[in-house]
């Protein structure tokens, strides 16, 4: 149990066009998701947290307008990464969780995002 | 079958205690083994990365990898209050799998 999937796990988009990630929860409903961005060799940036229903509360230094979050229901979640730039390629990583706390969370597989 | 298995605790030392974190994968083309170190609120912190079976020590924190056995570790030797934490194991190639954490209380 407590599986989360993301799609897709790989994208290549030029500059300029934004991109969907889709994180999912299989088979529990996650009150909270939580996104990641990760640098190569890096600790993961927690970026926002996203309660079902409700506006997401993003990080100091996370552009709101730039990370576009929406957690329409209890098992899904998505991030859009709007007018995409190079410096924006990184490895984003959800997790979902059944309470408030990232103490117990479920991570999923990531998705790598390359922008020409 | 995860790919990843992590026992979520969870656990509850004494001070100075030595701390013995696992986690088995499924998966024998896996070639990245890590640890992150999670406090609430926070993202995980990366403390030990490796590519190969064996051991790698960095100060208190010895991570050891078993390819054959497909099962890594990470220990702590005289543990601190401050290392009360989540610890994430992460596993993967292209892409990165995460145990479920594994929450550590060191009790004074």
């Not at chain 2, 640890?35 to 960095?58: A, F, H, I």
Request: charge should be neutral.
């Amino acid at each position: 149990g407590a599986v989360v999937s993301q799609h897709p796990s790989r994208v290549i988009c030029k500059s300029g066009t934004s991109v969907k990630i889709e994180c999912r929860s299989l088979d529990f409903q996650a009150t909270t998701m939580f996104w990641y961005r990760q640098f190569p060799k890096k600790s993961l940036m927690l970026m926002a947290t996203s309660n079902e229903g409700s506006k997401a509360t993003y990080e100091q230094g996370v552009e709101k307008d730039k990370f576009l979050i929406n957690h329409a229901s209890l098992t899904l979640s998505t991030l859009t990464v709007t007018s995409a730039h190079p410096e924006d390629s990184s490895f984003y990583i959800c997790s979902a969780g059944v309470g408030t706390s990232t103490d117990t969370q479920y991570f999923g597989p990531g998705t790598r995002l390359t922008v020409l | 079958q995860k790919e990843v298995e992590q026992d979520p605790g969870p656990l509850s030392v004494p001070e100075g205690a030595i701390v013995s974190l696992n986690c088995t994968y499924s998966n024998s083309a896996f070639q990245y083994f890590m640890w992150y170190r999670q406090y609430s609120r926070k993202g995980p912190e990366l403390l030990m990365y490796t590519y190969s079976s064996g051991n790698k020590e960095d100060g208190r924190f010895t991570a050891q990898v078993d390819k054959s056995s497909k099962y890594i570790s990470l220990f702590i030797r005289d543990s601190q209050p401050s290392d009360s934490a989540t610890y994430l194991c992460a596993i993967g190639a292209n892409n990165l799998f995460f145990g479920t954490g594994t929450r550590l209380t060191v009790i004074p």
